[in-house]
């Protein structure tokens, strides 16, 4: 009988090491696993984060930063890609975008993992996928992650009980006197890179990532930021652009412009109160235009059935189906009447909003020396074909070196 329960004790040891290697090698493997980023002749120069904050240096944090600089010179945008590293459409229209436009006039710097530390994990009991795969127009398969919407622990524990956000040792005009710039929030989002901002120059990885971006828009005299989410289809803000009251009047006119070409878009003006995101504080502490935006993604969504790989891209899930038959589909703010909402489609949403910002920027400020010129991007027309041209191919890969 004791010589069982030794084979049995034997036996389940070998089991939970074997299980442990195996968790290893798939933690290592993501921890460790770089992107392939194709550098094409459109990218000038790169150069790392931690030239806006040197206590970045050496981090996870100290991410590249990617230059598309014209012969001619202009103003400047930033896209931010990858916030939150489980809303893949974010992380793939910066690659696109970075991978795609040609800019004759200006700078624009493009960030497709601003939260790199994101992407190295995934979130616990969500069952998503590590990672997603495309096939280029030449036939080679890229590989880039499904993140977490948060950093990853490791990089920065314990979370508190409680995070206060601060503005830290920031000073504004905009902020008008006896407005609160602090909040109280649940101690994980101390890891939200969307609630980090403006950031502390010595403060946690997320909080350093987050002042070294506002410092570089600072310093740059950056004209026009744009951070690129996903947000699940019932989630009312979605398909949308959220934005600072000093970029609503640009974001009308993107939002009449997209509607001309039939891509609907909705306006939402960012909430005074509600501290730490992008286009509240980066609109408060520098003097860019700020803008998010949102589109509708069932794998991230809480209606969703099994999560795969295959969900992240093709956007079809059952669960969703019969969601939208309900109530003549008001459960969600997306048309999911095609059954499905592809990442296609949404990299494309992404892609089309931001050529469009920039040319609404150029517009309302009025000034040759501000402007940003996108050669194969240059008016609302060749927009509208490129959005449609993705949408009915369906194949991300196509629009990948």
């Not at 930021?225 to 974001?251: F, K, R």
Request: aromatic share 8%.
């Amino acid at each position: 009988m004791k010589k069982k329960g030794l084979i049995s004790t034997c036996i389940i040891l070998a089991v939970a090491l074997t299980l442990a290697i195996i968790t290893g090698i798939s933690f290592s493997k993501k921890r460790n696993f770089v992107e392939d980023i194709v550098i094409g002749s459109n990218v000038t120069s790169q150069f790392k984060l931690d030239e806006y904050n040197e206590k970045l240096k050496g981090t996870v944090g100290d991410v590249d930063v990617y230059v598309l600089k014209g012969e001619e010179e202009g103003g400047s945008i930033l896209i931010l890609g990858g916030t939150h590293a489980n809303e893949p459409a974010g992380h793939m229209a910066a690659i696109v975008m970075l991978e795609q436009f040609q800019v004759s006039k200006g700078t624009v710097y493009i960030i497709p993992n601003i939260c790199q530390s994101g992407l190295t994990h995934n979130d616990p009991l969500e069952g998503t996928p590590q990672y997603l795969h495309f096939t280029t127009k030449n036939g080679d398969v890229r590989t880039f992650h499904f993140g977490s919407r948060a950093s990853n622990p490791i990089d920065q524990w314990p979370d508190p009980d409680t995070y206060l956000h601060t503005s830290g040792d920031w000073t504004s005009s905009k902020i008008k006197e006896g407005v609160n710039t602090t909040q109280t929030l649940s101690g994980s989002e101390v890891r939200n890179q969307n609630r980090c901002y403006p950031g502390i120059q010595d403060g946690t990885v997320t909080e350093r990532v987050s002042y070294a971006v506002t410092n570089m828009i600072n310093q740059l005299k950056i004209d026009l930021i744009v951070d690129l989410h996903e947000s699940s289809p019932e989630y009312a803000v979605n398909n949308a652009i959220v934005a600072h009251e000093d970029a609503l009047s640009l974001a009308a006119d993107v939002k009449l412009e997209l509607d001309s070409v039939d891509l609907s878009i909705r306006v939402e003006p960012s909430p005074a109160k509600l501290r730490g995101l992008t286009h509240r504080e980066l609109g408060d502490y520098t003097d860019a235009y700020a803008l998010l935006c949102e589109v509708g993604n069932p794998s991230q969504g809480r209606f969703r059935g099994y999560t795969d790989e295959a969900l992240a891209i093709t956007g079809e899930d059952p669960c969703y189906q019969a969601a939208y038959k309900i109530n003549g589909g008001t459960l969600l703010y997306v048309d999911y009447s095609s059954g499905n909402f592809p990442i296609a489609l949404r990299v494309a949403r992404h892609v089309a909003t931001v050529a469009q910002m920039v040319l609404s920027m150029n517009f309302e400020v009025d000034d040759p020396a501000r402007e940003v010129i996108i050669d194969n991007f240059p008016d609302i027309d060749t927009i509208g074909e490129f959005y449609e041209e993705m949408v009915e191919a369906d194949d991300l890969g196509l629009w990948l070196n």
